[in-house]
Antibody, heavy 118, light 107 residues
Framework: EVQLVQSGAEVKKPGDSLKISCKGS????????IGWVRQMPGKGLEWMGI????????RYSPSFQGQVVISADKSIGTTYLQWSSLKASDSAMYYC???????????WGQGTVVTVSS | DIQMTQSPSSLSASVGDRVTITCRAS??????LGWYQQKPGKAPKRLIY???SLQSGVPSRFSGSGSGTEFTLTISSLQPEDFATYYC?????????FGQGTKVEIK
């Protein structure tokens, strides 16, 4: 069974750093792109960026370029989303997802809530 | 970036109604479009991929159509479990972009 399992909820202060994770299992991790999606409270879905774990090729939305870093450790089948200095406006639910437009391949993590508050 | 304009932003409908949601792309995206359903507190679930292909396990009352710049999601007979928010997502070029969402509420 294909699964993407995300790390647990985080509560941080402004200026803190943070790295959340998404572990893939049940498939060849290095062969499928994995992206990250933000959902702010009561708002819509925003595509942040995507990584190909096989070679760490990464693409970012301009809205998130320079604000976050997406990385992967293929040795442990895990993708990461990282902030160096959190802001209150980073408070949101974050989903990882592996999805292809031309096939039925579409798998999502359960989401990680990040709360940034002083 | 490709902008996805989704309409309406919300709608009220009754069980059994036929519901149509539209997404318009700011440039041609072929059929690189998916439709997602999201219920509160849950991850999105894809209903349609490649604009018109039904995701495995999704009821046949859901259908998608369109190509190029105009796309439609249709629910042929709305069921109680279909009350949710729906999003389109274009995969044609980076950055991928979602529509703003359509909240389907009970009339």
């Amino acid at each position: 069974e294909v699964q993407l399992v995300q790390s647990g909820a985080e509560v941080k202060k402004p200026g803190d750093s943070l790295k959340i994770s998404c572990k893939g299992s049940g498939y060849t991790f290095t062969s499928y792109w994995i992206g990250w999606v933000r959902q702010m409270p009561g708002k819509g879905l925003e595509w942040m960026g995507i990584i190909y774990p096989g070679d760490s090729n990464t693409r970012y939305s301009p809205s998130f370029q320079g604000q976050v870093v997406i990385s992967a450790d293929k040795s442990i089948g895990t993708t990461y989303l990282q902030w160096s200095s959190l802001k209150a406006s980073d408070s949101a639910m974050y989903y990882c997802a592996s999805t292809y437009s031309s096939s039925g391949w579409d798998y999502w993590g359960q989401g990680t809530v990040v709360t940034v508050s002083s | 970036d490709i902008q996805m304009t989704q309409s309406p932003s919300s709608l009220s409908a009754s069980v059994g109604d036929r519901v149509t949601i539209t997404c318009r792309a700011s440039q041609v995206i072929g059929n690189d479009l998916g439709w997602y359903q999201q219920k509160p507190g849950k991850a999105p679930k894809r209903l349609i991929y490649a604009a018109s292909s039904l995701q495995s396990g999704v009821p046949s009352r859901f259908s998608g159509s369109g190509s190029g710049t105009e796309f439609t999601l249709t629910i042929s007979s709305l069921q109680p479990e279909d009350f949710a928010t729906y999003y389109c997502l274009q995969h044609n070029s980076y950055p991928w972009t979602f529509g703003q969402g359509t909240k389907v509420e009970i009339k």
